[in-house]
């Protein structure tokens, strides 16, 4: 669960924060909106890039010849790179001890607890880091952005302020994975309405305006989405009946409906399939009472 005490605003950004100096690594597209919202702020910044005419670029930043001496520049190290073995690669040379590094390379869960114990070995404190936003939110007040965090609490604790000038913070506990998990999830979460969405205006696409349209899906998923809350208090009781006012024998029922209207309308129904098939399994089981919570069950290896 996460520490409501340590949870900061996910909307407002802060600007008064103590500028203490940092280090980042990486100035891809995310990286470069960090550094520039640090810069805004008046943090000393060094920086390293694989790449350094984009670290040149930057006005204002100390510009590190290798990643090894943009560590060895502040004691806070933030990277922020293309993937894990980027991480490894990029510091392989660099002396970590008694350094806090702060890892915000997208990854997985098990990726990011491996990366702790590596920067633990080499002396390092470690927090991990999923960001919850598109570059042109980074530094935006009133933007929506914000950062899950987990891993060392006394490290986030140490470094709060610096951490928020770009983004909201959420510590999400001391697991380093759970900011990981937390991303990975609400992004699947994402993608899943990402197909619906593609599907809607697939099967509209050559009578309906799209602006029009588009108009009725946000409301629609708008309404839609304290299903999730739904799910959630069935999968606490333990009762995936609860406040099911459409049942699963109703809804596989239904589904029927779909499927020949997206044969109607020439569009395939790959998108939707398999999360109707793990409906009609649930229902074969006996579960024509529940709503679709039991297909979480399903979904869970052995």
Sequence with gaps: MIDSGLVTSLIGMTHNAEKSPLSLLGLGAMGGAL????LAAGHPLT?????PERAEALEGARVAATAAEAV?????VVVCLLDHTSVGEALADADLAGKDLVDLTTGTPEEARAHARWAEARGARFLDGGVMAVPPMIGVAGSGAYVFYSGSRAVFEAHAGTLAVPAGTVYTGEDPG????????LLSAMTGMFAGVAHAFALVREEI???????LVVGWLRAMAPYAYGVADQ????????????NLAMMVGGNATLLRTAEEQKVSPELLTPFMTLM?????????DEGTTGVVDLLRAP
């Design 209 to 215: 305006p799209p602006k029009g349209f588009a108009d």
């Design 178 to 185: 759970l900011a990981a998990l937390h991303d990975v999830a």
């Design 47 to 51: 920086v390293w890039n694989r790449t």
């Design 35 to 38: 550094a520039r919202a640090w």
């Design 235 to 246: 999968l606490d009781s333990g009762d995936y009946t609860k406040n099911v006012t459409s």
């Design 72 to 76: 060895a520049a502040s004691d806070l």
């Design 280 to 288: 009609e399994r649930r229902l074969a089981d006996g579960h024509a």
